[in-house]
């Protein structure tokens, strides 16, 4: 009895640290061959040889300022997107609920339209501030017209898809409105693209980023309290509204950045946690699904850039077609 009981806890022990090794693993692979890859291609040698401070040649220019920030950046900006949308899922006890469907990060693409708008050269700063202004007001308005409902159920869903329709429809207006030069930057940093990614523009992002993520760290273990429902939270001594306005702050604030970063990269919030729940363990299903929201943007910018060469696609166009396609599959196999 002794031996079995030993072979069970090595099972659930051993197995769930095997996932999140062979995921982190993964994560360093498509981490070298972003590092390798290029109209330079370099071997894991040379790119050591670069980050270890070895060399300070062209190769060390090519790895340390043009592909290491956009690695980076793919990693840190598919983790949050892919824990905000595992809070969201999991507040709204849909798998539709995360940002991109809602339409947060569609209202936060709008507040940077309007202050491109109205000044055409900002630094991050600024479009940060308005992307989250954006992204909060939508937040906002969804919850106030649901505000009978609730955000569990099938009516936040809703109104989110339709403000999301409404402000697309209004950014669309915006960048036909302005002058040549601004709508097509615009339009460009509107499919989302990791293109100009540099460590001036990259390093005030990671810092929020990591800020953020302490932040919702710190609040996701009330997750489980708020899926049992308000009043059993509120009999447990769970602040109820106090620890959803930090969830869903936290979760917008997320989207927000990435957005004023990198454009509205969509899908990657919807899948990560769905395929966080297939392949990790669920006891931690926010870091699950940040691990695989920077795995699966990874991955979708190393496609955009080097999989077409030498044209290269905003990273948005290949996250889109992934996760239309996996979108369709899900719900056929729902349907069967």
Do not use: C, K
């Amino acid at each position: 009895m002794t031996t079995a009981h030993t072979r069970r806890t090595h099972t659930t022990t051993s197995f769930p640290l095997l996932r999140w090794s062979a995921a982190l693993a993964l994560l360093g692979g498509v981490l070298i061959a972003a590092l390798v890859s290029g109209d330079l291609p370099l071997s894991p040698a040379e790119v050591w040889a670069a980050l270890s401070g070895q060399t300070h040649d062209f190769t060390a220019t090519v790895v340390l300022s043009w592909r290491l920030p956009r690695a980076l950046a793919a990693i840190a900006f598919g983790a949050a997107l892919g824990a905000a949308g595992a809070v969201f899922q999991r507040l709204t006890r849909n798998p539709l609920g995360s940002p991109d469907v809602i339409g947060f990060n569609t209202g936060a693409y709008t507040g940077v339209l309007l202050l491109m708008l109205a000044v055409p050269a900002v630094g991050f700063l600024p479009i940060a501030v308005a992307a989250l202004v954006g992204g909060l007001a939508t937040a906002a308005a969804v919850i106030m017209l649901t505000a009978r409902t609730g955000m569990a159920g099938r009516t936040f869903i809703l109104t989110g898809i339709a403000i999301s329709a409404l402000l697309s429809a209004i950014n669309t207006w915006l960048v036909y409105r302005t002058d040549t030069a601004t709508a097509t930057a615009s339009s460009l940093w509107g499919a989302g693209t990791l293109d100009n990614t540099r460590w001036d523009n990259l390093a005030p992002a990671l810092i929020a980023l990591a800020a953020l993520a302490i932040l919702v760290s710190a609040a996701s273990a009330r997750l489980r309290i708020l899926e049992l429902g308000d009043d059993l939270a509120v009999a447990l001594g769970l602040r109820v509204r106090r620890s959803r306005f930090l969830l869903i702050t936290g979760a917008v604030a997320l989207t927000a950045i990435t957005t004023a970063s990198a454009g509205p990269i969509m899908f990657i919030a919807l899948a990560a946690p769905h395929l966080a729940r297939a392949t990790l363990p669920r006891r931690r299903p926010v870091l699950a699904a940040a691990l695989t929201g920077a795995l699966l943007l990874s991955v979708a910018d190393w496609i955009a850039a080097h999989a077409f060469a030498p044209t290269q696609l905003p990273v948005g166009a290949v996250t889109v077609t992934i996760g239309g396609a996996y979108l369709t599959i899900t719900l056929l196999r729902r349907s069967r």
